[in-house]
C-alpha cells in the first residue's frame, strides 16, 4: 500500500468551528488531491496540488482552502464549519504525467458537522 | 462537463460466476482511466490503471478494457469469489490528472 495516512480519522465539530484535515505522504509523489464521498454524489474533488506551493479549485471548492508548504504534507481546511461539509474526506496521490500515474487513496477522515 | 455512468449500480452474483461491469463517459477525451474497488467504511483501493494508448489491462483474474472512441470501459471479473464483494468505482482521468468518478456498481458474491 502507498504510505499515505490522514489525520485525525474521525472528528466532530460544531457549526462555523474551523478545521484542518492533514493528509501526510511518505512516497515523494508531486501531486495531492482532496475528495469528498456522499451518497448519492460519489466521489467529488475538492482542490488539488502539482507541486510545493501550486495548488487548483476542483468540483466542489467553496468552503474549503488548502495549503502545500511540503511534498509530504498537504492541508484542508473549513473555513468555517457547515452541516453540508459532514462527510467522508479522502487525500489521493499520484506521479502524473510519469509511468507510475495510479492514483493511490488514504484511509479517509470521518467529519461530522453538528 | 464529464459524466460517468456505470451500470448495473448493484448486482448480486453466485459465487464462480464470471461478471461484467460496464462504465460509460460523456467526454472521450480523456488521459487515461482507473479503476478501484471500495469495501465498506473503507479507502479505495486501486485495481487497474488503462493508459490511453492500451486497450486493455489484466491484473490476476482482472481484466479491464477501454474504448475512448465510444466512451466505454469494462471490467471483466472472473470466476468471482465472495472476497471479491465490494463496490466497483470507474474513474477517467482529465488532461490534468484529476479523476471523475461514477457513483459505482455494488457487487455482491454469495457463497
Known amino acids: 500500500d502507498a504510505g499515505i495516512t490522514q489525520s485525525p480519522r474521525h472528528k466532530v465539530t460544531e457549526t462555523g468551528t474551523p478545521v484542518t484535515l492533514r493528509c501526510h505522504q511518505t512516497e515523494n509523489h508531486r501531486y495531492m488531491y482532496w475528495y469528498r464521498q456522499d451518497p448519492g454524489h460519489g466521489l467529488r474533488l475538492i482542490h488539488y496540488s502539482y507541486g510545493v506551493k501550486d495548488t487548483d479549485k476542483g468540483e466542489v471548492s467553496d468552503g474549503y482552502s488548502v495549503s502545500r508548504s511540503k511534498t509530504e504534507d498537504f492541508l484542508l481546511t473549513l473555513e468555517s464549519a457547515t452541516s453540508s461539509q459532514t462527510s467522508v474526506y479522502f487525500c489521493?496521490?499520484?506521479?502524473?504525467?510519469?509511468?507510475?500515474?495510479?492514483?493511490?487513496f488514504g484511509p479517509g477522515t470521518r467529519l461530522l458537522v453538528l | 462537463k464529464q459524466e460517468v455512468t456505470q451500470i448495473p449500480a448493484a448486482l448480486s452474483v453466485p459465487e464462480g460466476e464470471n461478471l461484467v461491469l460496464n462504465c460509460s463517459f460523456t467526454?472521450?477525451?480523456?488521459?487515461?482511466l482507473q479503476w478501484f474497488r471500495q469495501d465498506p467504511g473503507k479507502g479505495l483501493t486501486s485495481l487497474l490503471l488503462i493508459q490511453s494508448s492500451q486497450r486493455e489491462q489484466t491484473s490476476g483474474r482482472l481484466n479491464a478494457s477501454l474504448d475512448k472512441s465510444s466512451g466505454r470501459s469494462t471490467l471483466y471479473i472472473a470466476a468471482s469469489q465472495p472476497g471479491d464483494s465490494a463496490t466497483y468505482l470507474c474513474a477517467p482521468f482529465d488532461q490534468g490528472g484529476k479523476l471523475i468518478f461514477g457513483q459505482g456498481t455494488e457487487l455482491s458474491v454469495k457463497p
Open positions: 489521493a496521490i499520484s506521479e502524473f504525467g510519469t509511468v507510475q500515474e495510479t492514483q493511490y
Open positions: 467526454d472521450s477525451a480523456i488521459y487515461n
